[in-house]
Each structure stands twice: as C-alpha cells, then as structure tokens.
C-alpha cells in the first residue's frame, strides 16, 4: 500500500517533468518580449523586441 501511496504522490511530478524542452533563442525572444519580470524586493527586468533588457536593481542597467 505505501508502494502505491508513493507513486500517486510522485506521478505529478514525472508528469510535469516531461513538459520541459529546450527552447531556441527566437522562442525565448518571443516569450520574453514585452514583459516585466518582477523579482520582488523593488528589483525587476524588462525586455523588448530588439534583445534590449533593462534591470534594476537600486540602479539601472541595460544590456543586450
């Protein structure tokens, strides 16, 4: 019975693993482009279309 307790307890995490793939960089450009991320604290980053990052962090900085 603890056999099985522990596979239901496990299998969403099998599960959820096999959704992860590596993604090319036009894919990440694409999921990233226009949005904040927010990392709390006051510290966030944005990004835009022509691979251009803002983060700040008590001051800025800008990166591609």
């Not at 099985?4 to 299998?11: D, N, Q, S």
């Not at 990233?32 to 251009?52: C, R």
């Amino acid at each position: 019975m603890r056999r099985f307790a522990l596979i239901f307890t496990l299998w969403p995490c099998f599960l959820t693993a096999q959704e992860f793939r590596t993604l090319t960089g036009d894919e990440i450009l694409s999921a990233l482009s226009g949005q904040k991320l927010d990392y709390g604290n006051g510290v966030w980053q944005t990004f835009d279309k022509a691979m251009l990052t803002q983060y700040f962090a008590g001051g800025h900085s800008t990166g591609r």
